[in-house]
C-alpha cells in the first residue's frame, strides 16, 4: 500500500537555506522541479515575505547555487527560477528517484524543507529516510496516511485515538508543557492512571506502525 508522509528535512547545505536566514521569515512554495541530472536539479517557486533583495543577495553568494533568475514579479510575491549545484550542496532529487517517491509538494523556510511525498510502500520510506540520515539531514515525521479509506495505523485502539488527541488539543506535547496529565484525564473522563497507560501504548503502537517497529498491542 502506498503512503503519503509529510516531514521536515533540516540541513545547512540544503539549496536557499543560507539565502532564505537573511530574510524575515520568507517561505518559498516550488512549483516545478526539472532534472536531466538528478545531482543539478532546476527548481521553480514562488517566494513569500519581505526583503527581497536580502534574499537575492543570498542567492548570488551560496555556493549550491549554479544560477538563478527573477522570472516575475508581483507585489506580494516573486517566481524565481533556480538552478541548483549538487557539487556544493545537500540535493535529495536522486534519493526520490532511487525508492520510487514521488513529491506532491514542498516548501523552504529558514528552518528547513517541509516536503509532502507518496511512497510505494514502508520499506521505501525508511529506505528514503535513512538515505537522508546517512547525509546528516534530520528528518521529522509530522504526519503518515495512506488512501482516505486506509488506516495506516491499525494498531492504536480507538481509545488510545482518543487519548492522544486530547493530549495534543490540551498542550500536553507542547514545550513548555500546557497541559499536565491530570487535565487530559479529567477531559477523558479517566483516571490519570488510565491516561496514562493508553498515552505511552499509544505512542508506542503509533511509532510501531509508522516505522515497523515490533510492540505489544494492548486495545485499552
Do not use: N
Not at 78 to 89: L, P
Not at 183 to 208: D, F, I, K, N
Request: glycine share 8%; proline share 5%; hydrophobic share 40%.
Amino acid at each position: 500500500m502506498s503512503l503519503v508522509a509529510e516531514f521536515r528535512l533540516v540541513h545547512p547545505d540544503i539549496p536557499t537555506v543560507d539565502a532564505l536566514e537573511r530574510t524575515d521569515g520568507m517561505e518559498l512554495t516550488a512549483e516545478q522541479v526539472l532534472a536531466d541530472d538528478p545531482g543539478m536539479p532546476i527548481v521553480f517557486f514562488w517566494a513569500d515575505g519581505e526583503r527581497y533583495d536580502a534574499f537575492e543577495a543570498g542567492l548570488d553568494d551560496e555556493a549550491g547555487i549554479a544560477a538563478w533568475e527573477r522570472i516575475e514579479s508581483l507585489p506580494s510575491r516573486r517566481f524565481y527560477r533556480v538552478d541548483v549545484d549538487g557539487t556544493e550542496s545537500v540535493v535529495i532529487y536522486p534519493t526520490d528517484l532511487a525508492v520510487g517517491a514521488s513529491r506532491l509538494g514542498f516548501s523552504a523556510t529558514a528552518a528547513g524543507l517541509d516536503v509532502r511525498m507518496r511512497f510505494p510502500d514502508r520499506e521505501a520510506m525508511r529506505t528514503y529516510f535513512a538515505r537522508c540520515r546517512e547525509q546528516d539531514i534530520d528528518v521529522s515525521l509530522a504526519r503518515l496516511y495512506g488512501s482516505e479509506h486506509d488506516d495506516p495505523f491499525p494498531g492504536v485502539s480507538e481509545k488510545q485515538r482518543e487519548a492522544l488527541c486530547a493530549a495534543v488539543e490540551a498542550g500536553y506535547f507542547r514545550v513548555p508543557r500546557e497541559a499536565d496529565l491530570a487535565a487530559v484525564a479529567a477531559e477523558l473522563g479517566v483516571s490519570t492512571q488510565s491516561a496514562s497507560e493508553r498515552l505511552r501504548r499509544g505512542t508506542a503502537a503509533l511509532v510501531g506502525d509508522a516505522f515497523g517497529a515490533d510492540e505489544p498491542r494492548d486495545g485499552s
